[in-house]
């Protein structure tokens, strides 16, 4: 039978924001980053912290000052990742991921773009003013807010920002969609949510030290009020993917969560929800529907909680996203593939809003993976080289199977059998 016809499986959860402890690079590249322990210091604020599915995968053994509970014979293959890219970002982590190089695309100041994308938006029939004295972002429609996005590094990622009491998303994301047909920088984020207003949305915005100006998502409240988003990027390359090319050799994709928005692959089922709950259903449900193929997943509200500097959400979000890592488990086919980790760290405690440089978990779970210690492994791209040799297709550009380490021998798995 060809591997076409079988039901290989890989499925891959990406927890957002998850870090293990700060890169060595940090002290000399990202300064403020310094002290970083996702993992750890959200354990450490919630008190206690159990989260048995991923513990027994060995979580708490490659990071054993977490506070988790360090399980002496994990039943996955368990390591961690450096992130192999510079800086800390959802967006180059998931391209390096999907095993391609970082995005060559400029890097600049909204205040850069301001008039140009000022001119776009009226040309489309929109009312523009500056949204304050000394700032760059633009109120448009007298609803909302075009600007950097302050959460991201500087010179990456724009945003749009508008009070769903006050407008539809759907003109949110319009607003976004003439933002993005002007910038250059490789990320526009459209967000919206409910229970502020547009007057609130206004009064947030501020100019940063780096240059930067836009909302303050955070002071705003906006990731815990129904938030709603779209991640409308630029600069990546599909063609030389995992996802592109598993859809090129004929297997099917499902892209779930923040990975719809993130990920771009030609014919993949998307569906890109935010709240965890979605997310793991729609992951359930992809599981039952999808025999054969990729099912990529990220869990987004991870990452919101680092963003909003709020370590007891986080950790509840971890306690959630647990308890659907367990369902993940129950419901694994004896070719299935299951692999997580993060993209880069976000850690609450560290006094500022932004993600952190960290080590990122590799755990990797199925009827056929030994159960051993990972060497460190040098980038996130190895995710996509090592499903590019579960399904038998061509190399993405960069990344390096791990494959050879994780698969149990014929033997063992004869003997795990008796």
Not at 30 to 51: F, H, Q, W
Not at 129 to 153: C, K, Q, T
Not at 218 to 241: A, D, N
Not at 315 to 336: F, M, N, S, W, Y
Request: proline fraction near 6%; aromatic fraction near 4%; glycine fraction near 10%.
């Amino acid at each position: 039978m060809s591997d076409i016809a079988t039901k290989k499986r890989v499925i891959l959860l990406v927890i957002d924001g998850l870090g293990l402890g700060e890169m060595p690079d940090v002290p000399q590249v990202r300064p403020n980053d310094r002290g970083a322990d996702t993992l750890r210091n959200v354990v450490k604020a919630a008190g206690s912290l159990s989260l048995p599915n991923l513990e027994r995968l060995g979580l708490g053994t490659v990071a054993p000052t977490s506070g988790l509970r360090i399980e002496a014979s994990p039943e996955g293959a368990h390591g961690k990742f450096f992130l192999g890219y510079q800086g800390a970002d959802t967006y180059l982590g998931h391209q390096v991921m999907m095993g391609s190089r970082v995005p060559d695309v400029p890097e600049e100041l909204f205040e850069v773009v301001r008039d140009d994308v000022a001119e776009a938006l009226r040309a489309a029939g929109h009312r523009v003013r500056p949204a304050g004295p000394d700032v760059s972002a633009l109120f448009v429609d007298e609803a909302m807010i075009v600007g950097d996005n302050l959460e991201s590094d500087p010179l990456q990622t724009y945003h749009c920002v508008g009070s769903l009491e006050a407008l539809a998303y759907g003109q949110i994301l319009e607003v976004g969609n003439i933002l993005r047909s002007v910038a250059r920088v490789r990320r526009v984020v459209a967000m919206g949510g409910r229970g502020f207003t547009s007057a609130d949305v206004l009064r947030c915005v501020e100019r940063r030290p780096s240059g930067q100006c836009g909302v303050n998502n955070v002071t705003l409240g906006l990731y815990t009020k129904q938030y709603v988003v779209r991640h409308l990027t630029e600069g990546s390359r599909p063609e030389v993917q995992i996802p592109t090319i598993l859809r090129e050799a004929g297997w099917p994709v499902a892209l779930i969560g923040k990975m719809a928005d993130v990920v771009k692959c030609e014919g993949a089922h998307l569906e890109p929800h935010v709240p965890t709950p979605l997310v793991l259903e729609a992951t359930y449900s992809a599981l039952d529907r999808v025999e054969r193929g990729l099912i990529a997943v990220n869990v987004q509200e991870t990452d919101l909680a680092g963003h909003d500097q709020d370590a007891r959400r986080y950790a509840e979000c971890l306690r959630v996203t647990d308890a659907g890592v367990g369902k993940i488990l129950a419901q694994l086919r004896p070719d299935d593939i299951f692999i997580i980790t993060g993209d880069h760290g976000n850690d609450p405690t560290i006094g500022h809003d932004k993600h952190t440089r960290e080590f990122t978990p590799l755990l990797v779970a199925g009827h056929g993976i030994a159960p051993r210690a990972l060497a460190p492994r040098e980038s996130l791209a190895d995710i996509a080289a090592t499903i590019a040799e579960v399904f038998a297709v061509r190399q993405p550009e960069i990344g390096r199977s791990f494959l050879s380490k994780v698969r149990r021998t014929e033997s063992a798995a004869v003997a795990m059998a008796r």
